[in-house]
């Protein structure tokens, strides 16, 4: 299956996704990645990695909708048949999702339903939970509110500070998000979020 990769940043979970596609047992491969941020490091090393990038910067567009359209448009032109969000930060509206309904995918460094949004370790240090983690998603209109593909748990130390919650999460989103991508290319996971295996 021809996945197509969308950045703003970093892109660890895009290299993470570009590692797994590299194995010869491996469902799936990269057919772009597309950022709409210029310069960003993501984009460095998915040309480092040899992988297809294009940059859309939402800026030179008038609108949401005249941006999404041309992220449609270049995502149909590298035959993509599953969108991985990997820290893109935009919203995205129906337009987009019904054109790759239930292809979505979207990786969150919270147990979803909590902690929606931005500020997500803020949130959890705050509210004092014991356990937080990471969720892969299926992206619909509700901001993170998708069905549930795959979780996986991360204590919080008694000292914890953001960034280092932030980091034991995010090993753990570079397993998780792989793993989901195989098993919903593989068919396990199905669209309403079960497990089938
Ligand atoms: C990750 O924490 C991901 O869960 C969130 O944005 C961050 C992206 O990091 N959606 P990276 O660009 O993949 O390194």
Known sequence: MNLGVLISGRGSNMVALAQACARDDYPAQIAVVVSNQPGVAGLDKAAA????TE??????FPDRDAFEARLIELLQQHNVQLVCLAGFMRLLSRRFIEAFR?????IHPSLL????????????????VRISGCTVHLVTEDLDA?????????PVQQDDSVDALAA?????????YPEAVRLFVEGYLNPHGALSI
């Open 102 to 106: 239930d292809h979505i995918l979207n």
């Open 146 to 154: 998708g069905p549930i593909l795959l979780q996986a748990a991360v």
């Open 55 to 60: 940059l859309i910067d939402h800026r030179d």
């Open 168 to 176: 034991r999460i995010l090993e753990q989103e570079h397993q998780i």
């Open 113 to 128: 339903p909590s902690f929606p949004g931005l500020r997500v370790h803020e949130q959890a240090l705050e509210h004092g």
């Open 49 to 52: 990695m040899g992988l297809s």
